[in-house]
C-alpha cells in the first residue's frame, strides 16, 4: 500500500514560483515512478512531469524549462519545483504512482491546488 500526500499548493503571481511536495509512504520509495498532473477548471487532466526508478525525468512540452521535478531521499518525498508561473499554470496537482497492467488501480493523492495570478 502506498499513501500519498501532497502539500505546497497556494497562490502565487505570474513569473513567481512555488514549490509542490508530495510525501510517499511505503518502502521502496526508490523504486517507485511518480508522476505529476494536474487538471484545471473545466479541463482534463494532464500528465506534468514523470520521474522514474533511476530518476530520469520527463516533463509535458508546456512546463519544459520551467518545473523540475526530482526526488528528496532525506524526507520521502518528490519536488515540483514551479518556476517562472503562468496564469495558464492554474490548477489542481496531484500525485501519482502507477501500478503495473492487472494489479489495480493506480495511486493517487488528494492533490493539492495552485492558483497564479496575472
Known amino acids: 500500500q502506498v499513501q500519498l500526500v501532497e502539500s505546497g499548493g497556494g497562490l502565487v503571481q505570474s513569473g513567481g514560483s512555488l514549490r509542490l511536495s508530495c510525501k510517499v509512504s511505503g518502502s521502496m520509495f526508490s523504486a517507485y515512478v511518480i508522476r505529476w498532473y494536474r487538471q484545471g477548471a473545466g479541463k482534463e487532466r494532464e500528465l506534468v512531469a514523470r520521474?522514474?526508478?533511476?530518476?530520469?525525468?520527463e516533463y509535458a512540452d508546456s512546463v519544459k524549462g520551467r518545473f523540475s521535478i526530482f526526488r528528496d531521499y532525506s524526507r520521502n518525498t518528490v519536488e515540483l519545483q514551479m518556476n517562472n508561473v503562468r496564469v495558464e499554470d492554474t490548477a489542481v496537482y496531484y500525485c501519482?504512482?502507477?501500478?503495473?497492467?492487472?494489479?489495480?488501480?493506480?495511486?493517487w493523492g488528494q492533490g493539492t491546488p495552485v492558483t497564479v495570478s496575472p
Open positions: 520521474i522514474d526508478d533511476s530518476d530520469r525525468t
Open positions: 501519482n504512482v502507477p501500478r503495473p497492467a492487472g494489479w489495480g488501480a493506480d495511486y
